[in-house]
């Protein structure tokens, strides 16, 4: 599914979000204390806006982006190029349930939009513990479930109705763009997610919400 709408993904994150997918990428980011250096690792990587807004910050060397989909990795490759980052932004395929790499290898390490997406989100949350350095920060920017009740009912129905719709006429993808509204419904609020995180390991766990609740920013800090 998400090699089939590699090509267009960018454009309609930007049209969904109405572009302020770039600032809640940044904020999260902000999240990540200035002094983090070495290697930062992206989860779910895709396109690699995150890594490249990772790379921001002169002390984090370079950003393993991580993805199950080679499609998508190739478009970030791409954009890698265009923006002198090729030796900086190192593309993996890999599963984020099983990371390939030993503990503590990694300054820090992000998701953006793919944490709904994973099958055990436990299992791969305890993967990133173990691979982040002590003291290091894990950062997850998520659309969740709002939890007011206005919100909690007519953010669905606007994200069954519109998205789909939106998906057809810029990506030629209705049916791909049907599965994204499915996976937020079945997927956490911005509190459950931060009980995940802390029930994971993670300490000083923050929630930082937008868009009405809609999305979440929800970082933590690996102990020691």
Known sequence: MFGRISHRYDLLNTIMTIGRHRTWRKQAVETISVDTEGVALDIASGTGDFAFDLLQNPLITQVVGLDFSLDMLRVGILKAHKRNLSAEFLPVIGDSHS?????????????????????NIGRAMAEMLRVVRPGG?????????????LMARIFPMYFRTFT?????????????????????????????????????GLRDVNVDLKALGTVAIVSGRKPG
């Open 99 to 119: 990371l390939p790499y030993g503990n503590n290898s990694f300054a820090c390490a992000t998701v953006g939009f793919g944490i709904r997406n994973f099958a």
């Open 137 to 149: 920060t894990v950062v997850v920017l998520e659309i969740v479930k709002p939890q007011g009740f």
């Open 164 to 200: 789909p719709v939106l998906g057809g006429i810029f990506a030629g993808e209705r049916e791909a763009y049907d599965y994204l509204p499915q996976s937020v419904q079945g997927f956490k609020t911005a509190s459950e997610l931060a009980v995940t995180m802390e029930n994971g």
